[in-house]
């Protein structure tokens, strides 16, 4: 049955107001002197102090700080075994764009060039040394307290929300695990953006210093972009123009209808019989779905992308018969070569692998399925290599696409040696741009590419309610990939995808609470994927995954059209509270809700037993999804009802 609000919502999107974002162009300044110790940029939008003695950067949106480095100051240059501070401004001149600047540093002798270039909604900075030669290290810092609350950075840091309720040091800061970026936004509408490959840290509250510090290694510069938003959703509108709104969209199958995928049904055992059988029954079951991944183990080695034939003896014949279902076929890949494949030694011989640290031979490299060499995708003639391996599946079988898994940065020692000279998270993003030879692609790693509009999906949870790494974390870490700009997100395998949970020997079964609780919760977010079977579970859990999964498809036009209009806005399809409201400070630490583009509020039960919940319902004029009652907002909703086989959703209907 259709619900009576599917009809409206693509009405509610075409009358919208449209955005209006910010520009990237020069801005307009006044400049001014303050009785010798401070110069002042004044811009349309923001002001930028900067103090002369000690050199600091002060950030003002409406005459209120957004941003501020700390008092003695923020930049530090280390070099050869000495920490530089840079201290007092010694000479300035206005450019005509901004501010070039030279600052004496604690090094009698030694000082350094400042360059502040004023754009409409934000300042890039650059620090250099006067002679440009690298340092090991520059560090900027800023105070947490005078930017309110913190997000961003990598989606597995998330949990802490806002990220100044932990204290957070990732350095090396690598694009691993999940996806990662150097940006940051505050509930002040300050935003840090910080886009390089080269070798970085940063850390928030590091042993209680109050302080934001990020870093760059091995250079003879430091340049980032301070970017002044009105408030936090200017702020990220500013870093999705820089970054890039995505250029191409996925097909709508990703965001109309549930993924299927075969890892924790199958896990190792993965074959051509079951995969049929699976998808056969979820079709008898009701269950719709485009997409169709065929996860790892599908083949005998790394690297010579070829199927298994004792587990699959006819792989066209299986693809064909998917597609007479109705489905698109993804297969799993690596960028990996076993030692032991067929291909590696040609290319070792055409020099199409990574070298270990001395150059002489593939390096080989530790990662959780064992020990392999690396394709040199820096390398063009190993790329068009690597493209013509999966393009051969497509021509062979009539695959459609690929889920591109592995390509962490902390699996490319910097040490290495490649044909570009890459760092870890510039190997990350060459894997993540095969994604881009394929319509259909699914990537779990990437830094710099959320222009490419790729299917993004979180890192495997586990089979648990856990707030870290469970059901708890499904929403913050979802927001914060949405944050750093990657809008086109799955939320993963309901139910977990570690498969060591499901192998454990205290394991009892999936619990049935949790698996529908995962499901009701996957539902309203951009995508929707299923692994484990829900028809193994009693008939009333499946009932009501059915339901959830039908309900995912009865919205999928309009998630569809927000995946659309993240393309011409930069807005991601599901959105933090205070994206409605930004003035509400209260949203700022709601963690366990969500919005799916404006209109709807999605509000999942995350803890086991529960029947009911608080919401929070933000100001303005709210139907309840199912009842229709109408609620003002504003203020908690406390014991909302909330039994097994109900998600909380509320509608906007101002």
Known sequence: MRHWLI???????????????????????????ADQTRLTASTAGYTLEVELKPYRLVLRRGGEIIARNPSGGGAVFYRKGSALKLEAV??????????????????PGFQAQVRLTLFTDNVLVRYATGDEQNCERIEESYELAASGHWYGGNVTSGHHWPLETAALELDP?????????????????AGFYVPTWQPMGFSIGKGGDGLFRFNLKDAPALEYRLIAGGDIVQAYDAFIC?????????????????????????RTAVNQPGVLEYAGTLRDKGFGCDVFMIDDMWQIHYGDHEFNRKKFPDPRAMVDRMHEMGFKMILWEVPFVDFDAENFEMLKKKGYLVLDEVGRKPAGIRWWNGTSALVDLSNPAAYAWFIGQLKGLQERYGIDGFKLDAGDAEYFDPRFQSWGSVTPNRYTDLF???????????????????????????????????ERTGLGSLIPHGLTESLIGYGYF???????????????????????????RWAQASALMPMMQFSYAPWNLDDRSVQICLRYARLHEELGSYIYRLALDMRRTGRPIIRPLFF?????????????????????????????????????????????????????????????PAPLDKLPVFVSID
């Open 173 to 189: 800061f690598l694009a691993t695990s999940n996806q990662t970026t150097p940006f940051w936004l505050t509930s002040a509408g």
């Open 242 to 266: 820089l970054a890039g709104k995505p250029s191409t969209t996925p097909p709508q199958g990703y965001f109309a209808r549930p993924i299927f995928n075969t890892w924790i049904e199958f």
């Open 432 to 466: 993540a741009s095969v994604g881009s030879h394929f319509q259909i692609n699914e990537l779990r790693v990437s830094w710099l590419v959320q222009e490419r509009g790729l299917v993004e999906r979180l890192r495997d949870k586990s089979n648990s309610w856990n």
């Open 490 to 516: 799955c939320p993963d395998i309901i139910g977990g995808g570690l498969s060591g949970d499901f192998e454990r020997a205290d394991f009892k079964g999936m619990d049935p609470e949790l698996f529908v």
């Open 90 to 107: 010694t000479g300035w001149l206005d450019t005509g764009e901004g501010l070039s600047l030279t600052v004496a540093t604690s090094a």
């Open 580 to 640: 409605r409201n930004p003035e509400d400070e209260r949203t700022y630490t709601i963690d366990d809700q969500f919005l799916l583009g404006e209109r709807l509020l999605v509000a999942p039960v995350l803890e086991k037993g529960a029947a009911a919940r608080d919401v929070y319902l933000p100001a303005g004029t709210w139907k309840d999804f199912w009842s229709g009652e109408i609620y003002q907002g504003g203020h908690l909703l406390t014991g909302y």
């Open 7 to 33: 009809p409206c919502l693509a009405a509610f999107l075409l009358h919208s107001t449209p955005l209006k974002l910010s520009g990237e162009g020069l801005a307009g300044y006044r400049l001014a002197t």
